[in-house]
């Protein structure tokens, strides 16, 4: 049996019948399309939240009333859930012994910003926080300074701009020591952060930071909203005895019996990337499956070409036969066949896949990762597809009788 041989005449059907093959090849092209594109979308998805959260540091956990990632109908078991309160935050910190490193935030989306005739689009992240959110969330200051504590006890209206805000309300002028006004309310600016980037399409820079008791006075509903605590251990080994101390306390607080369970959530850079984990391979059984119905059709395609081919060359395999030819080599010969078919088919679905996957990621600011666990994939998902429905018209040709193979018109 000569491989080679058999790839080419895989290559030679293709010219033979054009317009069946390109149909099948299509089908398969387009099943491993929407493999790949799922495959590189999910990996830098991945790989950007992964990243975020190291850039964030592993001593840092947060206090939530629910978990950041939900699915199904989870949200019902948590909507009866007091919120986090400015009030528990401040006892909290009284309270913490390990670190003195817990700070409050909360936002709120859709806000626009003015500064004399210029103003944002209503896109921006407005958050409220207090002097140490700079540190337990890594966020740097470019120049100016961050909010202060004596910020928060004197209410105080300054905020810290990003840098796209900057650009759109301060194109050229230092904004420091200029005024900004968020819904009627006027803030002087004291600081600008550190531009740092994007992740998942949305600009982490299109953000304006006041001072969180301004943000609860004017733009909160305090029978509704709920803070997130963010604490940072003063030392990785710490960060245990750190999360049971601040449990316990917070649990003092919200006054739970020792048999109720906890009414927040507890979340570290483990645990999100868990709940991503289980988000991720949600999203990659759907890509999987949404490819597999494609693939299943140009299956079908390919065993109708290969029992074509078979067909037409019929005589050709009588005459091996009766020159010595083993059944398993006109058997393997076929199967291989089948498996260059679904091959060609597969590069194609790869190379659409790729630059699908990339101008989608493109089109939503993602970082792209070349999604190589997913074409390894696709390349033995093709190989099974063309064993599986090449081995009928393989088995049909390896059991022709030679003699009525040569008498065949």
Known sequence: MNIS???????????????????????????????????????????????????????????????????????VK??????????????????????????????TVGTKISAGNLSTDPDVYLTGADNTFFITNSIDI??????????????????????????????????????IIVKNQRYTVVGVMKSRGAVLGQSKDNMVIIPITSFLKYFASPWEESLTISIRALDRQLLEETMDEVIGNLRVIRNLKPWEANTFEIETNETISQQFGSFVNFLSIFGFISGGFALIAAGVGIMNIMLVAVK????????????????????????LEAITLCQVGGVFGILFGIVGGYLLGTWIKLPMYFPTSWIILSVVVCTILGMSFGAYPAYRAANLDPIESLRYE
Not at 48 to 73: N, R, Y
Not at 80 to 95: D, G, H, I, N, S
């Open 312 to 335: 037409e060359r019929t005589r050709e395999i009588g005459i091996r036969k009766a020159v010595g030819a083993k059944r398993r080599w006109i058997l393997w010969q076929f199967i």
């Open 78 to 107: 948590y909507r009866k859930r007091q919120p986090l309160t400015y009030r528990q935050w401040k006892e909290l910190k009284k309270m913490t012994k390990s670190t003195n490193l817990i700070s409050a935030h909360s936002f």
């Open 5 to 75: 041989e058999s790839i080419l005449q895989a290559f030679d059907s293709i010219r033979t019948n054009k317009l069946r093959t390109f149909l099948t090849l299509l089908s398969i092209s387009m099943g491993v399309f929407a493999l790949i594109a799922a495959g590189t979308i999910i990996t830098s998805f991945e790989k950007a939240v992964l990243q975020q959260l190291e850039d964030i540091g592993e001593t840092t956990f947060w206090i939530k009333k629910t978990p950041s990632i939900q699915t199904g109908h989870t949200w």
């Open 142 to 179: 470019d120049y100016g300074r961050a909010i202060t504590e004596e910020d928060l006890e004197y209410n105080r209206n300054v905020a810290i701009l990003g840098n796209d805000v900057v650009v759109k309300i301060f194109p050229n002028t230092n904004p420091i020591g200029k005024e």
